[in-house]
Every structure is written in C-alpha cells, then in structure tokens.
C-alpha cells in the first residue's frame, strides 16, 4: 500500500475541479470543471484531499503557473539549504540565477523563485479549504460517520503545514480558511495562532495510524505543533508535546542512518511526516518523484546526466570532523579544511556528501567528472537522497533525477533534537545530552561500504577513504552554552542537506553571525562568494511584487511588503 494515495494523475483532475490555479492563486474559477455539487460525495472529498496533500511537494504538472517548478519544491532545498551555509547553488554559472541571487543574498522582490514558492504553498492552501467546503456540502458524510471528523483532521494538518511554510519564509502572510471569500487579505495578523488551532484539532481527531502510508496521524500533528511552539520560543508547550510523540512509542530510530532515506525503509518507524514520492506509477514523466528537486542530482558520473545543483559545501565537509573520540569539533571545525587521509571523520559525511574515490552507493567511485564546474563550486555532490539502482522513472529528460525516495518533513531523529534544545533552554542538560547520545549511538551503526552497500564494521579493513569515528558524550553537561552548541551541531549534522540548516539558524538568532563568518570564509575558497553580506532584512524574504499588485482593493495594497525591500 506504498504511496498509492497521492498520484498527481487524480490529483491533476481534483486540482482543476476545485480550485483552479492561477496568478491571484486562490479565486480564479476553473474552466471546465466538476463543481462542488457534482464533488459533494464521500468519493469527491477523498479525491479533494487527494489533490491537498499532492500539493506538499510543490509541484501539480502546470508549467502554465510553476515555471520553472525547482522553487516551488516542498524540500526547501533552495530557501533552507542553499541560502545557509550547508550547500551552495552548484552547476555553473549563470544556470538558474534567480538561484544564484538568493544564494548571494541579493534578494528582490521580482525574483519569479518567490512568486513561484508563494503560489505553490497558497495553492496547497486552497485545495485544503475546497476539501473543507465540500465537507461542509457532502450529501453521504453525515455526522455519525466517524471519519468525518478524522478527514477534517487531516485537512486542517495540511492547512497549517502550506501557512506554516509560507511564515517560515515571510512572517506577514495571510492565513486564509474555507470561509474566506475575498482573497485580498491584509497580512497584518499573526498567522501562528491559527496555525497552532488547526494542528490542535488535528491532534484532538487524527487516529495513531493510518492504512494508507503518509498520511498525517496524531503522532505527526503533535510533532508539528511542538515545532511551531519550538520556532516560536515556547520551550514548555514544545517540550510536552515532543514528549507526548517520545513516549508513545509508535517510532523508533532505525537501525542504519542511510535506511531512512531507502525504498524499503524510508515509510518505517522513524518517518512521521513526509512527502511521498513515486514513479512509474502511471504517470507521463514521473511527475510524483520529487519534480522539484530533479536538478539536485550529480551532473555526471555515467548513470547520472545532470544537473549538479544544491551541491554540499566546504563548511559542511569540514563539520564532519571529529576528535580521537569521535565527538564533532564544536568551534573549531572549520580552522582547517578535511584532510581525508589525516581527519577522522562521522560516517554520516558519505552518506550525505558524493566525495572523490569513496564509493557513491552502489554507483562506483565519486570522481572529478561528477561536477559541472568544479573550480566554480567545489568538488562534492549530493548524495542523502540519491536512490539505487532501477528505482528511477522508466521514461522522462534525464530519468535518474526522478526516484521513489522520500523527502521528510518531520522524522523521528528530528523530534528528538528538537526535544533536545527544548531540554537545554529549560535547564535540563542530562536529559537533552541522553537525547544527543541516542541519535549519536544509531550514526555509529553503519558507514558506506566498500561494496557500496552499508556496512555495520565502520572500521573495516576494506575502508580506505576514510576513518570512520562516532563517539557519545560520556562527560556531564553542566555548561548550558556548551550543550546548546552540541545540540545545534547535531541538528546540522544529522539533518544536513534537508532544507531545516537556514530556518534553524534563524530562529536562533544567529543567523546574521553564523551565515558572514561562513561567507568570508568560504568566498576564499568559493570566489563568487567573496564579498557577499547577510543583512539583517534578510531574516524575511521580501513578498513577491505580482502579489502585492494583486492584493490591491481600490488601489491600495492589502499586502505590506516586509522591512528593507
């Protein structure tokens, strides 16, 4: 029963029959469609929320409005990976600038990324709110059906995910519900409060589980809503429900870091939340196997054809390095760049980072031929979600870029440090160091193998690219400081390349310092960096302009564009 809700063939057709979509993003009617009567059906509703949640991955096949689909990828590898300092833009110069402009903080209003991100996330908030108006029209879903309100749950899940993400990226946005009819809204209140409501409900009417994979259960709204307390500050509020999901036990670390991102393994105890990725599966081009991530691939190799972008970055190699006792090298990881024949290193770096004669899974070696510009971004390539042979589409432009491999939202590995700096914040440091150890014991299971494969004997003969090294903090936490940058480190360790590293450094309040120390670092070894400053404003990306335009009502814009642009 792997993935087989979420084809964007059916969601195509539900996108069409009850939104719409097009520049104003959420009130245009659709030409040629079912309307909400014809869809007022328990079957209509489930092929509404159906088109919700294919929306999560940010990409519904129009490249009418989504064009070109990369920004709108609900990985956030462009808006929280390769605007921190975990990855670069990668390919070449000049191919994808708008990237490029992000990336060098040259942020502007017109940039089309961002109008594309926005209507994506707003289009996800539409299909939520039209599954929710025909729940309140269907014919056959009366009250004394119990999944009613587990169906609502669900659609409200989604909901506060598409606002969630959109005040990640510009904190003033409009929180829109199915009640809504003039889509010209002020952006001039807080939307968390609303988004906290919706995942509530979600808790209150979400089973534990579900039969089909991937779709949102109490376990995943709790989760999410401690993340939303966490952004916010609110430590407590996090911290129980973090707990709420530790202690239930519906899910555990697996075995092997690299499981997590597998076909076989990728839906089991550690997934919460994630979106669910397919191929071959009756669509033309692959359209359900992570579209918007498609030019992340290696640019080259033999199996792979393009196109080297969301490349890892030096600072990031560099924060692999651990001392004699495998422990990162918190403050000083970056006064030398790795040596491989000298720098033990955490096993995690090559299942991460594609490095130059380390096996690439079950691909051969990584060499120089594996990037596009290597003197203009460096030498490594992304590897995290790189699937294995025959997983890729059948028949599409460079079918290896498009895979079954999951992209993950919110895992199990993610709760716990997140409870982690909850723990620390409040003062509870053996709790928060017993928590880093426990996703520190499992990095030490298993390393990439000479035969490609995954190995459990990190220190294995056969192993000659590297000295594989996890070590546990074995010592008392009593430095609340110390702690909060083991717990930080971890994060961008075990999360690297996930599209958190930029939002992380944010809301901690770091993100200023953290991104121009690595910028004037890096741009000596990345000379197309050098020179290039983080400003306070960029704490926000600015609203794209085409929206404010939109958002006018007799002239004056609804929407007010974020300070400094």
Known sequence: MKKLFLYISAAAVMGAAVVGCSSDFLNAPPQGALDEGTLANEAGVNASLISAYSMLDGWNDDWGTFNPPWGAAGSNWIWGSVVSDESYKGSEPGDQLEIQQLELFQWQPGNEYLNIKFQALYEGVARSNATLKLMGNAEDLGNEIPQKEAIIGEVRFLRAHYHFDLWKLWGKIPYYTEVDEDFRKPNDQDPVPSILEDFQFAIDNLPVTQDAVGRATRGAAQAYKGKVHLYNGQYAEAKALFDAVVNSGQYDLLD????????????????IFAIQASVNDGTTEGQNGNFGDRLTYPNGGGT??????????????????????????LGTFNDADLDPAADPVDPRLDWTVGRDDVPFLTYGNHGPDWIRARNWAGPYS??????????????????????????????????LLMLAECEVEMGNL??????????????????QG????A????????ITWADYRVGTYEDVWTDQAVAREAVRMERKLELAMEG???????????????MNDYLSTEGGKRNYLDGTVMEARHMLYPLPTVQIELSKVDGVAQLQQNNGY
């Open 256 to 271: 092997c870091y690299h499981d997590i991102f597998t076909q076989e393994m990728e839906n089991g105890s550690e997934m």
């Open 304 to 329: 792979f054809s393009c196109c080297g972008f969301h490349q890892p970055s030096q600072n990031l190699v560099n924060s692999h390095k651990v001392d004699a006792d495998g422990l990162p090298l």
């Open 382 to 415: 992304g590897k995290k979600f790189i699937h294995d042979p025959g997983e890729n589409v059948g028949s599409s432009w460079s079918d290896q870029q498009l895979s079954t491999i999951n992209k993950h939202i919110i895992r199990y590995a993610d709760v």
């Open 430 to 447: 053996e709790r928060a160091r017993e928590l880093v150890n426990m996703v520190r014991e499992r990095a030490g299971n298993c390393s």
């Open 450 to 453: 000479a035969d490609g494969f």
């Open 455 to 462: 190995t459990s004997d990190i220190q294995s003969a056969d």
């Open 500 to 514: 958190h590293r930029f939002f992380d450094l944010r809301r901690w309040g770091v993100a200023v310092e953290v």
